[in-house]
């Protein structure tokens, strides 16, 4: 592209484009701005009036909204930490050459595929159930009272079923990017001295930060809003101990049928998402050029 | 410091057997190179030195030491990468001081041996640059100041100048000799490129499919070729191999002449031919002559021919620089003439 003549035709072609995106973002947006200075209730059709900020005013008032924010960030944060952790781990693993390699790395990707509520059925029922579950079993086998995991570490355990859907996301990145290190260099690190401790912390490492980092950015970008997992599992209870954000804002437009006050919190997630995505920006962002 | 023998050394993978037997010795201070055609093993033999590949087979001996089993870090060797193999994410200052530092070096000590290296290789100006802003020949000087800081007891070159093009790859060749000299340190040195081999080495190992074919001095691979393939791997452009009658006439299977060692003339000689292609570099002029009944000859000429394309000419080997060589191969030991 390098004549103007180039650009203004390439600008013309891709406009379509971007101004369906554009729509298609713009007026869902402003609907739910405008939604969230009225006062709106489903169960009070045609009452709607201008009340202001009250909307958020309440919401952000809503002692419930800080238990949510604070496990959102937990949530987040824990399942990056056990995913890439675990991921690196993992691909480390998976990078050796053993018998059997292709099946194992097919296996280790097909907790991706299982779709979140039956995922998260099958850890409730099959595993964390405290009279059916696996671990039930487990625990009584060596004599030990079982552990109601979801009534007593709500938040905990959905993270857990998160972070073993979200393992096998980063888990492959993180191997790709693992194939892609020149062996030369690992040679030469080992020809320098290096023993693997080294060599996964001054060569290993810095090569895979890139990969890291688009692992940290897309998993944000989807835990921020994870739901069905809640829904299903604690329904955000017991109280507020596993509700979200996201499973706030569906809790007051839809189970208490308040349209304004939701569409108030959704506005909220939206400026809280792009805070976080700034912060990351800034934080690790740096890692993408170049 | 730096004396390496290898004794029946072997190397397979899986069941392919990359080095028969071989015994090697190379002295202190020397400056080996070896040269093969690619895949001839001469890698592979390399990093069995280096540690890198384990021996099928044998034993690696490094000063008198036998280091058969010793991890590469412990051997004492460096060696430079045909890549570089650079660590992208750290300066040269930090590349350079990586087997230091690994060595839990005084931060003092290393920063003299980084600096005293640096100047060395003409690098101190570069030395908080990241490897991706340099240029080949850098990159090429950075990889062997990692080398030298190290004051390892031998120098291993993996085809470090296979990757810089052709004027920079005389310069760094004269470098590393340079080098050699100042550190008399044991080198050795892989590649598939003969001009290096006869430049810079004080030995040279001739590879075929894992064998040593030949060991000597430059010269002595140059007059004295043990074989038919050192014969035609050695010098450039290519000896000229002739068989059949005219062989038979010298009392060979094959005789060999050098292009440098035909004389050339437009009224008499041995051979009768045509000029085909002309090759005029100034200084030679390479003739490639069609004879009836033989391969093409290339004749190596002083200065500029004065003949042309289609140019009928004779050529006649100089007698005492004749080789002959057995059907087998082997070079036929007594005087020709």
Same mark, same amino acid.
């Given at each position: 592209?390098?004549?103007?003549? %180039? +650009?203004?035709?390439? +600008?013309?072609?891709? %406009?379509?484009?971007?101004?369906?995106? &554009?729509?298609?973002?713009?007026?869902?947006?402003?609907?739910?701005?405008?939604?969230?200075?009225?006062?709106?209730? &489903?169960?009070?059709?045609?009452?709607?009036?201008?009340?202001?900020?009250?909307?958020?005013?309440?919401?952000?008032?809503?002692?419930?909204?800080?238990?949510?924010?604070?496990?959102?960030?937990?949530?987040?944060?824990?399942?990056?930490?056990?995913?890439?952790?675990?991921?690196?781990?993992?691909?480390?693993?998976?990078?050796?050459?053993?018998?059997?390699?292709?099946?194992?790395?097919?296996?280790?990707?097909?907790?991706?595929?299982?779709?979140?509520?039956?995922?998260?059925?099958?850890?409730?029922?099959?595993?964390m159930n405290p009279v059916n579950g696996l671990f039930a079993y487990f625990a009584k086998a060596l004599g030990l009272q079982p552990f109601d995991f979801l009534a007593h570490a709500p938040l905990a355990s959905i993270i857990v079923i998160v972070a073993w859907q979200w393992l096998p996301f980063a888990t492959l990145i993180l191997l790709t990017a693992l194939q892609s290190l020149d062996q030369e260099q690992l040679e030469a690190s080992e020809m320098d001295g290096a023993n693997f401790l080294n060599r996964f912390v001054y060569i290993v490492l810095p090569h895979m930060s890139r990969a890291i980092t688009v692992v940290i950015l897309i998993q944000t970008i989807f835990l921020l809003s994870v739901f069905a997992e809640i829904l299903v599992t604690t329904?955000?209870?017991?109280?507020?101990?596993?509700?979200?954000?996201?499973? &706030?804002?569906?809790?007051?437009?839809?189970?208490?049928?308040?349209?304004?006050?939701? %569409?108030?919190?959704?506005?909220?997630?939206v400026i809280l998402a792009n805070i976080v995505a700034v912060f990351l920006m800034r934080m690790i962002g740096k890692n993408l050029e170049a | 410091m730096g004396k390496i023998s290898l004794k029946q050394v072997t190397k397979a993978f899986g069941d392919a057997e990359v080095i028969p037997p071989l015994d090697l010795d190379i002295n202190e201070g020397e400056f080996v190179v070896f040269v093969g055609p690619s895949g001839c093993g001469k890698s592979t033999l390399l990093?069995?030195?280096?540690?890198?590949?384990?021996?099928?087979?044998?034993?690696?001996?490094?000063?008198?030491?036998?280091?058969?089993?010793?991890?590469? *870090?412990?051997r004492g060797l460096a060696m430079v990468f045909q890549s570089y193999a650079l660590y992208p994410h750290m300066s040269v200052r930090k590349n350079i001081a990586f087997p230091l530092k690994m060595a839990k070096m005084d931060p003092a000590?290393?920063?003299?041996?980084?600096?005293? *290296?640096?100047?060395?290789?003409?690098?101190?100006?570069?030395?908080?640059?990241?490897?991706?802003?340099?240029?080949?020949?850098?990159?090429?000087?950075?990889?062997?100041?990692? *080398?030298?800081?190290?004051?390892?007891?031998?120098?291993?070159?993996?085809?470090?100048?296979?990757?810089?093009?052709?004027?920079?790859?005389?310069?760094?060749?004269?470098?590393?000799?340079?080098?050699?000299?100042?550190?008399?340190?044991?080198?050795?040195?892989?590649?598939?490129?003969?001009?290096? *081999?006869?430049?810079?080495?004080?030995?040279?190992?001739?590879?075929?499919?894992?064998?040593?074919?030949?060991?000597?001095?430059?010269?002595?691979?140059?007059r004295t070729p043990a074989n038919q393939f050192v014969a035609g791997f050695i010098g450039s452009p290519k000896m000229?191999?002739?068989?059949?009658?005219?062989?038979?006439?010298?009392?060979a299977h094959t005789i060999g002449i050098r292009p440098e060692h035909c004389v050339l003339s437009t009224t008499d000689g041995t051979w009768k031919g045509k000029v085909g292609v002309a090759e005029h570099l100034g200084s030679d002029t390479f003739l490639y002559v069609t004879v009836?009944?033989?391969?093409?000859?290339?004749?190596?000429?002083?200065?500029?021919?004065?003949?042309?394309?289609?140019?009928t000419v004779f050529i006649s080997p100089v007698a005492e620089n004749l080789h002959r060589f057995e059907a087998n191969g082997l070079a036929i030991r007594q005087a020709t003439a």
């Amino acid at each position: 592209m390098a004549t103007a003549h %180039s +650009r203004a035709a390439a +600008r013309l072609m891709i %406009s379509p484009a971007v101004l369906l995106l &554009l729509g298609w973002m713009i007026v869902p947006l402003s609907m739910t701005v405008y939604f969230s200075f009225l006062s709106y209730n &489903l169960l009070m059709p045609g009452m709607e009036e201008f009340i202001g900020f009250t909307n958020y005013e309440f919401f952000l008032t809503d002692p419930a909204f800080f238990a949510a924010l604070a496990n959102t960030l937990l949530l987040v944060g824990g399942v990056l930490v056990i995913t890439i952790v675990g991921g690196t781990l993992l691909a480390l693993l998976l990078d050796q050459p053993f018998w059997g390699q292709g099946i194992v790395r097919i296996l280790v990707i097909a907790p991706f595929f299982v779709m979140p509520t039956v995922s998260a059925l099958v850890w409730k029922n099959m595993f964390m159930n405290p009279v059916n579950g696996l671990f039930a079993y487990f625990a009584k086998a060596l004599g030990l009272q079982p552990f109601d995991f979801l009534a007593h570490a709500p938040l905990a355990s959905i993270i857990v079923i998160v972070a073993w859907q979200w393992l096998p996301f980063a888990t492959l990145i993180l191997l790709t990017a693992l194939q892609s290190l020149d062996q030369e260099q690992l040679e030469a690190s080992e020809m320098d001295g290096a023993n693997f401790l080294n060599r996964f912390v001054y060569i290993v490492l810095p090569h895979m930060s890139r990969a890291i980092t688009v692992v940290i950015l897309i998993q944000t970008i989807f835990l921020l809003s994870v739901f069905a997992e809640i829904l299903v599992t604690t329904n955000g209870g017991p109280g507020t101990s596993s509700t979200n954000i996201t499973y &706030l804002v569906y809790a007051q437009s839809l189970l208490q049928f308040d349209v304004g006050g939701g %569409s108030a919190g959704g506005i909220v997630a939206v400026i809280l998402a792009n805070i976080v995505a700034v912060f990351l920006m800034r934080m690790i962002g740096k890692n993408l050029e170049a | 410091m730096g004396k390496i023998s290898l004794k029946q050394v072997t190397k397979a993978f899986g069941d392919a057997e990359v080095i028969p037997p071989l015994d090697l010795d190379i002295n202190e201070g020397e400056f080996v190179v070896f040269v093969g055609p690619s895949g001839c093993g001469k890698s592979t033999l390399l990093r069995l030195i280096a540690g890198l590949e384990d021996v099928s087979s044998g034993t690696i001996e490094i000063d008198g030491q036998n280091a058969t089993e010793v991890p590469p *870090a412990k051997r004492g060797l460096a060696m430079v990468f045909q890549s570089y193999a650079l660590y992208p994410h750290m300066s040269v200052r930090k590349n350079i001081a990586f087997p230091l530092k690994m060595a839990k070096m005084d931060p003092a000590e290393q920063e003299r041996r980084v600096t005293a *290296a640096a100047k060395v290789l003409n690098l101190t100006d570069y030395l908080d640059r990241r490897p991706g802003q340099l240029s080949g020949g850098q990159r090429q000087r950075v990889a062997i100041g990692r *080398a030298i800081v190290r004051e390892p007891a031998a120098f291993l070159f993996d085809e470090p100048l296979s990757n810089l093009d052709a004027a920079l790859r005389v310069n760094m060749r004269l470098e590393i000799s340079e080098l050699h000299q100042s550190l008399a340190t044991t080198m050795i040195y892989v590649t598939h490129d003969q001009v290096e *081999a006869m430049t810079m080495a004080d030995k040279i190992v001739v590879l075929r499919a894992g064998r040593i074919e030949q060991v000597g001095t430059p010269l002595e691979l140059y007059r004295t070729p043990a074989n038919q393939f050192v014969a035609g791997f050695i010098g450039s452009p290519k000896m000229n191999f002739i068989t059949g009658e005219e062989a038979a006439r010298f009392g060979a299977h094959t005789i060999g002449i050098r292009p440098e060692h035909c004389v050339l003339s437009t009224t008499d000689g041995t051979w009768k031919g045509k000029v085909g292609v002309a090759e005029h570099l100034g200084s030679d002029t390479f003739l490639y002559v069609t004879v009836p009944g033989m391969d093409p000859l290339t004749v190596r000429v002083q200065g500029e021919a004065g003949v042309h394309h289609g140019d009928t000419v004779f050529i006649s080997p100089v007698a005492e620089n004749l080789h002959r060589f057995e059907a087998n191969g082997l070079a036929i030991r007594q005087a020709t003439a």
